[in-house]
């Protein structure tokens, strides 16, 4: 019963910027960690943020001080800002929302291709 949307993605050069955006519905948002994780082909999923329902971020190695994760718990989405971005970012980007429950839901994933 929890649905995750999102939106945003695209193709853009290398040191471009994009904002992907990630709605929820049908779970109580402001219990849930929310999280944006990747996979590249021939790669595993990676996290790449997650934010606590305090809005409390942390992110992976190869992203920090260039991508940021805010949510807004009255409109139930998460997002990810994704600057000065590097080809080896290119893969498909999931939300993910782990709710109070401990029941883990993804998003249909969205494509992210950077061009070097």
């Known amino acids: 019963q929890v649905r995750l949307v999102e939106s945003g993605g695209g193709l853009v050069q290398a040191g471009g910027s994009l904002r992907l955006s990630c709605a929820s519905s049908?779970?109580?948002?402001?219990?849930?960690?929310m999280g944006w994780n990747r996979q590249a082909p021939g790669k595993q999923r990676e996290l790449v943020a997650r934010?606590?329902?305090?809005?409390?971020?942390e992110y992976a190695e190869a992203v920090k001080g260039r991508f940021t994760i805010s949510r807004d718990n009255n409109k139930k989405t998460v997002s990810l800002q994704m600057n000065s971005l590097k080809p080896e970012d290119t893969a498909v980007y999931y939300c993910s929302e782990e709710t109070f429950l401990h029941s883990t839901h993804w998003g249909q994933g969205i494509q992210v291709t950077v061009s070097s």
């Open positions: 049908g779970s109580p948002f402001s219990y849930s960690i």
């Open positions: 934010i606590s329902r305090d809005g409390s971020p």
